[in-house]
Protein backbone atom coordinates (compact mmCIF):
# COMPACT_ATOMS: atom_id res chain seq x y z
CA UNK A 1 0.00 0.00 0.00
CA UNK A 2 2.80 2.39 0.84
CA UNK A 3 4.42 1.78 -3.11
CA UNK A 4 0.71 2.97 -4.29
CA UNK A 5 0.79 6.05 -2.77
CA UNK A 6 4.97 6.61 -3.27
CA UNK A 7 4.14 5.92 -7.18
CA UNK A 8 0.90 8.46 -6.84
CA UNK A 9 2.77 11.28 -5.23
CA UNK A 10 5.93 10.94 -7.41
CA UNK A 11 3.16 11.05 -10.76
CA UNK A 12 1.51 14.08 -9.15
CA UNK A 13 4.53 15.45 -8.90
CA UNK A 14 6.05 14.62 -12.31
CA UNK A 15 2.68 16.02 -13.89
CA UNK A 16 2.93 19.25 -11.98
CA UNK A 17 6.52 19.59 -13.30
CA UNK A 18 5.50 18.73 -16.70
CA UNK A 19 2.87 21.05 -17.19
CA UNK A 20 4.93 24.20 -15.56
CA UNK A 21 6.61 24.47 -18.66
CA UNK A 22 3.26 25.71 -20.29
CA UNK A 23 2.83 28.18 -17.29
CA UNK A 24 6.66 29.24 -17.38
CA UNK A 25 6.66 29.68 -21.28
CA UNK A 26 3.33 31.85 -20.84
CA UNK A 27 4.62 33.79 -18.04
CA UNK A 28 7.39 35.37 -20.00
CA UNK A 29 4.47 36.74 -22.00
CA UNK A 30 4.04 39.28 -19.31
CA UNK A 31 7.77 39.59 -17.55
CA UNK A 32 11.29 38.83 -19.00
CA UNK A 33 13.17 35.27 -17.78
CA UNK A 34 15.02 36.61 -14.28
CA UNK A 35 11.96 38.38 -13.14
CA UNK A 36 9.69 35.37 -13.56
CA UNK A 37 12.68 33.44 -12.10
CA UNK A 38 12.62 35.38 -9.13
CA UNK A 39 8.48 35.59 -8.82
CA UNK A 40 8.52 31.59 -8.80
CA UNK A 41 11.45 31.09 -6.10
CA UNK A 42 9.74 33.92 -3.71
CA UNK A 43 6.62 32.31 -3.90
CA UNK A 44 8.20 28.58 -3.34
CA UNK A 45 10.06 29.89 -0.29
CA UNK A 46 6.65 31.39 1.25
CA UNK A 47 5.37 27.94 0.60
CA UNK A 48 8.12 25.76 1.98
CA UNK A 49 7.87 27.88 4.79
CA UNK A 50 4.27 27.23 5.43
CA UNK A 51 4.90 23.36 4.95
CA UNK A 52 8.13 23.75 7.47
CA UNK A 53 6.00 25.64 9.97
CA UNK A 54 3.35 23.03 9.50
CA UNK A 55 5.25 20.19 10.19
CA UNK A 56 7.12 21.36 12.87
CA UNK A 57 3.80 22.06 14.77
CA UNK A 58 2.83 18.77 14.02
CA UNK A 59 5.38 17.53 15.68
CA UNK A 60 4.81 20.18 18.82
CA UNK A 61 8.45 20.99 18.56
CA UNK A 62 7.61 24.75 17.98
CA UNK A 63 8.52 26.36 14.41
CA UNK A 64 12.89 26.44 14.30
CA UNK A 65 15.48 25.97 11.28
CA UNK A 66 17.50 23.91 13.56
CA UNK A 67 17.62 20.38 12.73
CA UNK A 68 18.99 18.63 15.92
CA UNK A 69 18.59 21.10 18.68
CA UNK A 70 21.69 21.97 20.30
CA UNK A 71 24.22 21.44 16.78
CA UNK A 72 24.98 24.29 15.52
CA UNK A 73 27.23 22.29 12.76
CA UNK A 74 23.96 20.21 11.29
CA UNK A 75 22.72 24.28 10.97
CA UNK A 76 26.34 25.55 9.11
CA UNK A 77 25.84 22.43 6.97
CA UNK A 78 22.41 23.15 5.77
CA UNK A 79 23.07 26.74 5.08
CA UNK A 80 25.97 25.98 3.81
CA UNK A 81 24.71 22.90 1.39
CA UNK A 82 21.39 25.25 0.49
CA UNK A 83 23.88 27.93 -0.98
CA UNK A 84 25.88 25.59 -3.23
CA UNK A 85 22.18 23.87 -4.35
CA UNK A 86 20.82 27.76 -4.78
CA UNK A 87 23.67 28.96 -6.36
CA UNK A 88 23.66 26.45 -8.81
CA UNK A 89 19.58 25.58 -9.08
CA UNK A 90 19.66 29.49 -9.77
CA UNK A 91 22.03 29.35 -13.13
CA UNK A 92 19.96 25.85 -14.13
CA UNK A 93 16.44 27.94 -14.16
CA UNK A 94 17.47 31.24 -15.59
CA UNK A 95 19.55 29.07 -18.58
CA UNK A 96 15.57 27.10 -18.86
CA UNK A 97 13.73 29.97 -19.12
CA UNK A 98 15.81 31.51 -21.36
CA UNK A 99 15.48 28.98 -23.19
CA UNK A 100 11.57 28.66 -23.05
CA UNK A 101 11.85 32.11 -25.26
CA UNK A 102 12.91 30.25 -28.21
CA UNK A 103 11.71 26.33 -28.02
CA UNK A 104 8.17 25.02 -27.61
CA UNK A 105 7.41 23.47 -23.77
CA UNK A 106 7.49 19.75 -25.05
CA UNK A 107 10.97 20.51 -26.64
CA UNK A 108 12.32 21.73 -23.62
CA UNK A 109 10.76 19.37 -21.71
CA UNK A 110 12.34 16.65 -23.45
CA UNK A 111 16.13 18.70 -23.37
CA UNK A 112 15.67 19.10 -20.36
CA UNK A 113 15.60 15.21 -19.08
CA UNK A 114 18.40 14.71 -20.76
CA UNK A 115 19.84 15.43 -16.97
CA UNK A 116 18.82 11.60 -16.54
CA UNK A 117 21.41 10.49 -18.85
CA UNK A 118 24.10 13.08 -18.29
CA UNK A 119 24.11 12.03 -13.79
CA UNK A 120 25.56 8.67 -14.43
CA UNK A 121 28.12 10.20 -17.08
CA UNK A 122 29.11 12.47 -14.64
CA UNK A 123 29.27 10.08 -12.05
CA UNK A 124 32.47 8.10 -13.96
CA UNK A 125 34.85 11.37 -12.38
CA UNK A 126 33.34 10.25 -8.99
CA UNK A 127 34.77 7.07 -9.64
CA UNK A 128 31.65 5.26 -10.24
CA UNK A 129 31.83 2.22 -12.30
CA UNK A 130 28.75 1.75 -15.24
CA UNK A 131 28.74 -0.87 -18.56
CA UNK A 132 28.02 -0.34 -22.23
CA UNK A 133 24.19 0.43 -21.99
CA UNK A 134 24.86 3.29 -20.60
CA UNK A 135 26.65 4.20 -23.10
CA UNK A 136 24.31 2.98 -25.78
CA UNK A 137 21.89 5.44 -23.91
CA UNK A 138 24.46 8.66 -24.41
CA UNK A 139 23.90 7.83 -28.22
CA UNK A 140 20.75 7.28 -28.37
CA UNK A 141 20.12 10.66 -26.16
CA UNK A 142 22.37 12.53 -28.77
CA UNK A 143 20.85 10.66 -31.38
CA UNK A 144 17.13 11.72 -30.20
CA UNK A 145 18.28 15.19 -29.62
CA UNK A 146 19.59 15.54 -33.16
CA UNK A 147 16.17 14.68 -34.73
CA UNK A 148 14.60 16.67 -31.94
CA UNK A 149 16.56 19.81 -32.85
CA UNK A 150 16.57 18.95 -36.96
CA UNK A 151 20.25 18.54 -36.88
CA UNK A 152 23.36 20.26 -35.63
CA UNK A 153 22.94 23.11 -38.42
CA UNK A 154 19.02 23.95 -36.88
CA UNK A 155 20.86 24.11 -33.44
CA UNK A 156 19.71 27.99 -32.11
CA UNK A 157 20.14 30.02 -29.08
CA UNK A 158 17.17 28.26 -27.12
CA UNK A 159 18.27 24.87 -27.31
CA UNK A 160 22.22 25.51 -26.28
CA UNK A 161 19.87 27.54 -23.50
CA UNK A 162 17.70 24.24 -22.44
CA UNK A 163 20.65 21.70 -22.97
CA UNK A 164 23.03 23.78 -21.09
CA UNK A 165 20.31 23.84 -18.68
CA UNK A 166 20.08 20.17 -18.40
CA UNK A 167 24.28 19.92 -17.83
CA UNK A 168 23.50 22.24 -14.69
CA UNK A 169 21.11 20.51 -13.42
CA UNK A 170 22.93 17.38 -13.36
CA UNK A 171 25.44 18.87 -11.03
CA UNK A 172 22.48 20.15 -9.09
CA UNK A 173 21.58 16.74 -8.39
CA UNK A 174 24.70 15.51 -7.13
CA UNK A 175 24.88 18.14 -5.54
CA UNK A 176 21.47 17.77 -3.82
CA UNK A 177 22.43 13.75 -3.32
CA UNK A 178 25.48 14.99 -1.60
CA UNK A 179 23.77 17.36 1.13
CA UNK A 180 20.52 15.55 1.54
CA UNK A 181 20.87 12.88 3.64
CA UNK A 182 23.17 15.45 6.08
CA UNK A 183 20.25 17.99 6.60
CA UNK A 184 16.56 17.93 6.52
CA UNK A 185 15.52 18.07 3.11
CA UNK A 186 12.56 20.51 3.12
CA UNK A 187 15.15 23.43 4.79
CA UNK A 188 17.82 22.56 2.34
CA UNK A 189 14.84 23.19 -0.28
CA UNK A 190 13.72 26.31 1.49
CA UNK A 191 17.49 27.90 1.61
CA UNK A 192 18.21 26.94 -1.87
CA UNK A 193 15.24 28.82 -3.48
CA UNK A 194 15.86 31.71 -1.22
CA UNK A 195 19.57 31.76 -2.78
CA UNK A 196 17.68 31.50 -6.14
CA UNK A 197 15.55 34.27 -5.01
CA UNK A 198 17.94 36.82 -4.02
CA UNK A 199 20.13 35.80 -7.02
CA UNK A 200 17.65 36.09 -9.85
CA UNK A 201 16.37 39.26 -8.53
CA UNK A 202 20.08 40.96 -8.58
CA UNK A 203 20.66 39.61 -11.85
CA UNK A 204 17.37 41.36 -12.90
CA UNK A 205 18.12 44.46 -11.23
CA UNK A 206 21.77 44.46 -13.23
CA UNK A 207 20.21 43.95 -16.31
CA UNK A 208 17.80 46.45 -16.15
CA UNK A 209 14.57 44.42 -16.19
CA UNK A 210 11.62 46.60 -15.61
CA UNK A 211 9.45 45.71 -12.88
CA UNK A 212 6.23 47.06 -14.25
CA UNK A 213 3.32 46.19 -11.79
CA UNK A 214 0.46 45.36 -13.69
CA UNK A 215 2.54 42.58 -15.62
CA UNK A 216 3.85 41.06 -12.57
CA UNK A 217 0.16 40.86 -11.67
CA UNK A 218 -0.99 39.82 -15.81
CA UNK A 219 1.39 36.96 -15.06
CA UNK A 220 0.68 36.02 -11.40
CA UNK A 221 -1.41 33.01 -12.26
CA UNK A 222 1.91 31.53 -14.06
CA UNK A 223 4.35 31.99 -11.57
CA UNK A 224 1.69 31.19 -8.27
CA UNK A 225 2.15 27.88 -10.11
CA UNK A 226 5.29 27.29 -10.75
CA UNK A 227 6.09 28.16 -7.27
CA UNK A 228 3.37 26.22 -5.30
CA UNK A 229 3.16 23.62 -7.35
CA UNK A 230 5.85 22.47 -9.03
CA UNK A 231 8.43 24.02 -6.76
CA UNK A 232 6.98 23.43 -3.10
CA UNK A 233 4.13 20.87 -3.43
CA UNK A 234 5.96 18.82 -5.64
CA UNK A 235 9.47 19.02 -3.87
CA UNK A 236 7.76 17.73 -0.86
CA UNK A 237 5.83 15.05 -2.66
CA UNK A 238 8.78 14.45 -4.21
CA UNK A 239 10.86 13.50 -0.93
CA UNK A 240 7.23 11.46 0.71
CA UNK A 241 7.15 9.21 -2.36
CA UNK A 242 10.98 8.46 -2.37
CA UNK A 243 10.69 6.92 1.01
CA UNK A 244 8.57 3.83 -0.35
CA UNK A 245 10.15 3.30 -3.93
CA UNK A 246 13.16 2.28 -5.33
CA UNK A 247 15.48 4.96 -6.47
CA UNK A 248 15.28 3.43 -10.00
CA UNK A 249 11.59 3.19 -9.86
CA UNK A 250 11.63 7.08 -8.60
CA UNK A 251 13.69 8.22 -11.60
CA UNK A 252 11.90 6.18 -14.82
CA UNK A 253 8.70 7.87 -13.21
CA UNK A 254 10.53 11.68 -12.88
CA UNK A 255 11.48 11.13 -16.45
CA UNK A 256 7.85 11.16 -17.62
CA UNK A 257 7.98 14.87 -16.99
CA UNK A 258 9.10 14.98 -20.35
CA UNK A 259 5.91 13.35 -21.61
CA UNK A 260 3.57 15.67 -19.53
CA UNK A 261 5.50 18.68 -20.97
CA UNK A 262 4.64 17.69 -24.36
CA UNK A 263 1.17 16.88 -23.43
CA UNK A 264 1.18 20.49 -21.31
CA UNK A 265 2.06 22.33 -24.69
CA UNK A 266 -0.57 20.46 -26.49
CA UNK A 267 -3.59 20.99 -24.60
CA UNK A 268 -2.25 24.68 -22.92
CA UNK A 269 -0.66 26.74 -26.08
CA UNK A 270 -1.72 24.70 -29.15
CA UNK A 271 2.12 23.58 -30.02
CA UNK A 272 2.34 20.59 -32.23
CA UNK A 273 5.38 18.89 -32.92
CA UNK A 274 6.40 17.38 -36.12
CA UNK A 275 6.89 13.71 -36.91
CA UNK A 276 10.82 13.82 -36.70
CA UNK A 277 10.58 15.90 -33.99
CA UNK A 278 7.95 12.98 -32.47
CA UNK A 279 10.71 10.70 -33.12
CA UNK A 280 13.24 12.53 -31.74
CA UNK A 281 11.32 12.53 -28.21
CA UNK A 282 11.09 8.98 -28.31
CA UNK A 283 14.93 8.26 -28.98
CA UNK A 284 15.35 10.61 -26.27
CA UNK A 285 13.10 8.43 -23.64
CA UNK A 286 14.34 5.63 -24.64
CA UNK A 287 17.67 6.69 -23.92
CA UNK A 288 16.60 7.96 -20.63
CA UNK A 289 15.43 4.55 -19.57
CA UNK A 290 18.34 2.70 -20.72
CA UNK A 291 20.05 4.84 -18.88
CA UNK A 292 18.96 3.95 -15.42
CA UNK A 293 19.42 -0.23 -16.32
CA UNK A 294 22.89 0.01 -15.04
CA UNK A 295 21.93 1.29 -12.05
CA UNK A 296 19.08 -1.12 -11.57
CA UNK A 297 21.43 -4.21 -12.03
CA UNK A 298 23.82 -2.46 -9.48
CA UNK A 299 21.01 -2.47 -6.95
CA UNK A 300 20.06 -5.90 -7.66
CA UNK A 301 23.56 -7.17 -6.88
CA UNK A 302 23.77 -4.95 -3.76
CA UNK A 303 20.48 -6.55 -2.49
CA UNK A 304 21.41 -9.63 -3.51
CA UNK A 305 24.98 -9.49 -1.71
CA UNK A 306 22.92 -8.42 1.72
CA UNK A 307 20.34 -11.24 1.64
CA UNK A 308 23.69 -13.76 0.81
CA UNK A 309 25.56 -11.89 4.16
CA UNK A 310 22.28 -12.62 6.18
Known amino acids: MKKIWGVGGMLIATVLWGVAFSAQSRGM ?40 KGDPGAERVLLSGGSVCGIILAAASILQQYGLKYVSAGKSGFLTALYIVIVPVLGLFLNRRTNPVLWLAVMLAMSGSYLLCGGVDQVGAGEYFVIGCAF ?18 IRLS ?69 VFAVLGGWLFLQERLSARELAGCGIIFLGVILAQLPVAEREKKISGCEQESC
Open 190 to 258: CIQFSVVTLFSALASLLMGDPWQLNKILDSLPFWIFCGVGSSAIAFTLQIAAQKYLHPVTASLLMSLES
Open 168 to 185: VYSLHILAVDHYAAKCDC
Open 29 to 68: AYVDPMLFVMLRSLTGVAALFLVIAGVDLYRKRGFTFRIW
